[in-house]
């Protein structure tokens, strides 16, 4: 049983987010391939990545709203079978901690998909329910699209078992269908897993404490160290999602400043660290 870790990167998210990510990574965890789904690195990036697996490339489709999508499902459709396990997380993170525990537990409990249950009405995050409905082959007194359950995609545990592999199938071949109705991709992801009742585990583990451009998440920058805790021993890593924005496109001020600080804590003290050696971090 292979484990894999999934990202997908461009040279430009290599460049922010790419060396803190993986340095981190592999920092506190072993034993894990690395699979990337690349969507425009450089020649050099791609030699800095190929010791730890497999890189391979995939097309955006830029005429969808959701641009990386038909790649990010192209290579989970790839990946995702022949009973892996497969670790999918959004490259615009810093982990701060070893997952053995959770592989342990979800390949014991038999689950398809383990991640973070955002505990939110589905309806909150589609267009049209009944859309999405249709679009699912559901009935439409069906109630599994009003159950308040949306898995947070940056961090995904999936299982290569045929259920899963062929939801996944389906997804690539159907999530124009049904992309109209919703507002993002991981509304899409958990309308599929729920009406096709894959065995999903619901994990509280994924924080986002640098995800808010309120000043008030300022307090926590001091303390954005690799060994910190976050809102009751929770968080296992920082996802910096939304504020990537003020790295990239925000002018000088308060809110800028405080990502900056991130950046500061996290992100350049990881990227400095030595590459590990492929030979011990990888599957063998």
């Known amino acids: 049983m292979r484990r894999i870790v999934h990202v997908e990167i461009d040279s430009t998210y290599f460049?922010?987010?790419?060396?803190?990510?993986?340095?981190?990574?592999?920092?506190?965890?072993?034993?894990?391939?690395l699979f990337v789904a690349d969507l425009g690195l450089t020649p050099?990036?791609?030699v800095l990545l190929e010791p730890y697996g497999e890189v391979r490339s995939y097309k955006r489709d830029d005429s969808s709203r959701w641009a990386q999508l038909s790649a990010r499902i192209?290579?989970?459709?790839?990946?995702?079978k022949d009973d892996n396990i497969v670790l999918h997380m959004d490259v615009d993170a810093v982990v701060l901690d070893n997952y053995d525990a959770e592989?342990?537990?979800?390949?014991?409990?038999?689950?398809?998909?383990?991640?973070?249950?955002?505990?939110?009405?589905?309806?909150?995050?589609?267009?049209?329910?009944?859309?999405?409905?249709?679009?699912?082959?559901?009935?439409?007194?069906?109630?599994?699209?009003t159950e308040g359950r949306r898995i947070h995609a940056g961090w995904l545990l999936m299982r290569g078992s045929v259920d899963m592999h062929a939801a996944l199938q389906w997804f690539k071949g159907h999530w124009r269908d049904y992309s109209p109705h919703t507002t993002e991709e991981e509304t899409g992801l958990s309308s599929l897993v729920f009406a096709r009742g894959l065995k999903f585990q619901a994990l509280k583990i994924v924080d986002c404490p640098a995800m808010s451009h309120i000043p008030d998440y300022a307090y926590m920058i001091p303390s954005a160290?690799?060994?910190?805790?976050?809102?009751?021993?929770?968080?296992?890593?920082?996802?910096?999602?939304?504020?990537?924005?003020?790295?990239?496109?925000?002018?000088?001020?308060?809110?800028?400043?405080?990502?900056?600080?991130?950046?500061?804590?996290?992100?350049?003290?990881?990227?400095?660290?030595?590459?590990?050696?492929?030979?011990?971090?990888?599957?063998?």
């Open 15 to 33: 460049e922010r987010f790419g060396l803190a990510f993986f340095k981190s990574f592999y920092h506190h965890n072993k034993g894990w391939d």
């Open 44 to 46: 050099e990036q791609r």
């Open 74 to 80: 192209a290579s989970w459709v790839d990946v995702v």
């Open 103 to 145: 592989v342990e537990d979800f390949v014991r409990g038999g689950y398809d998909l383990a991640g973070c249950d955002w505990d939110l009405k589905l309806t909150y995050s589609a267009r049209n329910v009944e859309g999405v409905k249709k679009a699912l082959g559901l009935a439409p007194d069906s109630n599994v699209m």
């Open 225 to 284: 160290e690799p060994v910190s805790r976050y809102f009751a021993g929770r968080s296992r890593f920082i996802h910096f999602a939304q504020c990537k924005f003020f790295f990239f496109y925000t002018s000088a001020g308060d809110s800028r400043e405080h990502f900056m600080a991130w950046e500061d804590a996290l992100l350049r003290p990881y990227a400095e660290l030595p590459w590990p050696d492929p030979e011990s971090v990888r599957d063998r």
